[in-house]
């Protein structure tokens, strides 16, 4: 069995799930203009309305901006980071219906907003990947190991995003949260990726940046749950992680062919 390697500590394994957002792709690339777009839209029409966001800006999704007023950070607490498409529709449409607005217009109308937003995503394509991240997917390609996505994103939306840096055939599974009944930090994705995959939760482990990720895994009983922090600074959210790391760089797969010749690391 293949061995993931996490600076001292090594832990064999079959396969690895990894959160998205925030985890594969830099989380400020891909959705802090989408955000900065729908929040300006939504200021712009309360102020129509003759009104203004109930309780400020920077609450209503956890958000940091700039002296520009674009998004420069998010609370990874928050309802950005941990939240799903419909959950952060719902926040937005509340926004609406308190200034008088009939809920159902008020989510079309946040639906219109989030479908601008994303049709200047995918112009620009703004998907970044971590560094070290291509290395490690080798790795764990060269090793047999399965991999899996599991997000907070919409499954289809999460395959076009990971195939704007050609990462998706790296993938056996891609599960977000329309392809299953409780999202996170419900098991439900790690149970279904893991079937997907041919696999049990007791053979895999879990890579996310929430705790949300951490409690999911948790809940499902997978092997070992890993908090991403690229900011050493930033990891007190992580709570339920059993190992936080840093950077992609930090881990490598060992595993042995037939003649007992460590391959997966060489070069």
Known sequence: MPELQVGTHVEPCRAILFDKDGTLLDFLQMWGPWTSSVLNMMEQHLAVIGTEFIGGKERLLGTVFDQEGRVAGYDMRGPLAMGTVEETTGLLAWQLYAAGVPWDE?????????????????????AQAFPGLSAFLEQCRAAGLKLGVVTS?????????????????????????????????????????????????????????????????????VRLKLGFAPDPKLTEHLADADIIFHSYEDLKVNYFNKFNVMEADKG
């Open 106 to 126: 008020a989510v079309m109308q946040v639906r219109h907003f989030s479908k601008i937003a994303v049709a200047d995503l995918r112009s620009r394509r703004p």
């Open 153 to 221: 994103d919409g499954g289809r939306e999460a395959e076009e995003h990971l195939g704007w840096l050609g990462f998706r055939r790296y993938f056996g599974a891609v599960i977000g949260y329309d392809d299953v009944r409780e999202g996170k930090p419900s098991p439900d994705m790690v149970l279904k990726a893991c079937e997907e995959l041919g696999v049990t939760p007791a053979e895999t482990v879990v890579i996310g940046d929430s705790n949300g990720d951490m409690q999911m895994g948790k809940h499902a009983g």
